[in-house]
Nanobody, 121 residues
């Protein structure tokens, strides 16, 4: 299984970016998907998560500015980021919990390689 992120880049404060992450490979089902970020010198933190069904979850620092969504048919998760701030600068990683075999059930967490988001002041 591979997770491939796209959509990062350089943007001015107040601008917007949309990240995408597509899962590919031998996939039986995709459960929760999410976005994490890691700034230089800091620990990786959860930005937003979306289960296969149910409500989304956001870090307090991005509530009202970021929106996570998913397309189950494409095994893809998106992160729409608006009103970006310099403190949003980080490498953004996609995460997904994926079942790769039904019987026996085999599932695990997968990560993308990350995409850089830089917000200039």
């Amino acid at each position: 299984v591979q997770l491939v992120e796209s959509g990062g880049g350089l943007v001015q404060a107040g601008g917007s970016l949309r990240l995408s992450c597509a899962a590919s490979g031998t996939i039986i089902s995709v459960d929760a998907m999410g976005w994490y970020r890691q700034a230089p010198g800091k620990q990786r933190e959860l930005v937003a998560a979306i289960p296969s069904g149910g409500s989304t979850n956001y870090a307090d620092s991005v509530k009202g500015r970021f929106t996570i969504s998913r397309d189950n048919a494409k095994s893809t998760v998106y992160l729409q980021m608006n009103s970006l701030k310099p403190e949003d600068t980080a490498v953004y990683y996609c995460n997904a919990h994926i079942a790769t075999m039904a019987r026996p059930l085999v599932h695990g967490d997968y990560w993308g390689l990350g995409t850089q988001v830089t917000v200039s002041s």
